[in-house]
């Protein structure tokens, strides 16, 4: 039998690592995760254990040095810098798409594009109507997003039965509208400008442009760098996380290391004859570790960076933002409480009918063409699960209420986002069922 080299060497770990890995590559399970930290955040909170869990999140964390004072609290912390980790990743995934992906397609993009800002434009102006004049009026935004792992999650519970078009609606539409949502939040719910620092970020990004121009290529260095300008953008007044947007779209998308070059250095080594000869300082040595180097810079940096932070943002960040943030005590005073309904309604109604309304008018009037097997009747449950709004939305009502009606607020985006979850979901089921027996 002839043994197959093609391959990296299989040790005994890789029966137990490579099944775990496959798991993980499922896109399900980011969603599957992200739910058990709500549901743990949710039955906490509603515990004997709620005073000291919910203290917990507002323990001080930072420096002092004299009269400097650089703490904030462990929710801040996960909020304001872990999630810009978040925005980093979600501005790669959008750069990649519309420089490296099917949205290169100026129509094909324009579709989720428009489904985004129906279903950032409707839902906060129907928020705004049902809450004219009442106090709670300044969270409009909470209702305006989508979280990308609910809605993924659920589409990868039908597996190939629903048509990847539909998909990439959707987590395209995600990312635009989580996007929107941070300009949002830089724009209307930021603090006072303090210009030095705002200029200070700003050379700072400037830095990083002149770095990768010059080809400085260490991410080590960048991440330094991104530390620095999250820093002057957290004393500016701009809300920090708008940094990793900015840093994100930055980021460049072509390799460094042409095909052509990586081959020629491949066959530089591949010319030498078969031995263990690799070890010393030796020409054989500094041509694999040149080969080494050819075939990671072969990727482009926003290729290597979303396959690195990925898997860290899904299964990490956003299910620790989850638990820290999702905990609410419930009651039934809140349940009816005039934002938690304006939310309801802005998630469950403002959300599809936006996304909808608009991408049939951008179909409509030829700025924007429907995938090949994405019908209206996909396209309807699609927008209901748009309503989904969850981690941006729990994040922009950290931003936009004060504590008397944040937790009015985390219920209704609770509720909103099972109600979307659950018709989005029977609506698919249907139509995959109808597909199946016509």
Request: net charge neutral; with cysteine; aromatic share 10%.
């Amino acid at each position: 039998m002839t043994q197959d080299n093609t391959g990296l060497p299989q040790e005994i770990a890789d029966r137990f690592t490579e099944p775990f890995a496959r798991f993980l590559k499922v896109e399900a399970a980011a969603g599957a995760l992200l739910l058990l930290a709500t549901v743990a955040a949710l039955i906490l909170s509603n515990s004997a254990w709620s005073t000291p869990f919910l203290a917990f999140w507002e323990t001080p964390i930072g420096v002092h040095f004299g009269a400097l004072d650089f703490s904030r609290s462990l929710r801040h912390w996960i909020n304001d810098g872990l999630m810009t980790l978040f925005f980093f990743v979600v501005a790669l995934e959008l750069k990649r798409e519309l420089v490296l992906g099917e949205l290169r397609n100026l129509r094909t993009a324009a579709l989720p594009l428009a489904g985004a800002l129906g279903g950032m434009l409707v839902p906060a102006a129907l928020y705004l109507a049902i809450m004219n004049g009442q106090p709670g009026m300044h969270g409009w935004g909470t209702v305006m997003a989508t979280d990308t792992a609910f809605v993924i999650g659920c589409l990868a519970l039908f597996g190939s039965r629903i048509p990847p078009s539909l998909r990439l609606f959707l987590l395209s539409l995600a990312i635009f509208d989580d996007v929107g949502a941070i300009v949002v939040v830089a724009v209307v719910y930021g603090d006072a400008l303090n210009w030095l620092a705002l200029g200070l970020g700003s050379l700072g990004l400037a830095v990083v442009a002149g770095a990768a121009r010059i080809g400085i290529r260490s991410i080590p260095i960048f991440f330094l760098l991104g530390g620095m300008i999250w820093l002057c953008f957290d004393a500016s007044g701009i809300h920090p996380t708008v940094a990793g947007v900015i840093l994100g779209l930055m980021t460049p998308t072509h390799g460094w290391v042409k095909d052509e070059r990586l081959r020629a250095i491949f066959g530089r080594v591949l010319s030498y004859p078969s031995g263990d000869h690799w070890s010393g300082d030796t020409t054989e040595r500094r041509d694999l570790q040149r080969a080494s180097a050819a075939a990671s810079e072969t990727l482009s940096p926003v290729e290597r960076l979303e396959m690195l932070l990925h898997p860290w943002v899904g299964f990490a960040i956003i299910p620790v933002f989850a638990i820290a943030n999702a905990g609410v005590s419930l009651s039934v005073a809140d349940v009816g409480h005039a934002v938690s309904v304006a939310i309801l309604i802005g998630l469950l109604f403002g959300k599809p009918i936006g996304v909808l309304g608009f991408s049939w008018l951008a179909v409509r009037t030829g700025l924007a063409a429907r995938a090949g097997g994405l019908s209206w009747g996909l396209l309807t449950a699609g927008s209901l699960l748009t309503g989904i709004g969850f981690t941006m939305s729990l994040f922009i009502a950290g931003l936009g209420y004060g504590p008397e009606m944040l937790s009015a607020a985390k219920i209704g985006i609770l509720t909103g986002s099972a109600i979307s979850a659950a018709t989005g979901l029977l609506m698919l089921t249907w139509l995959t069922l109808r597909a199946r027996t016509a």
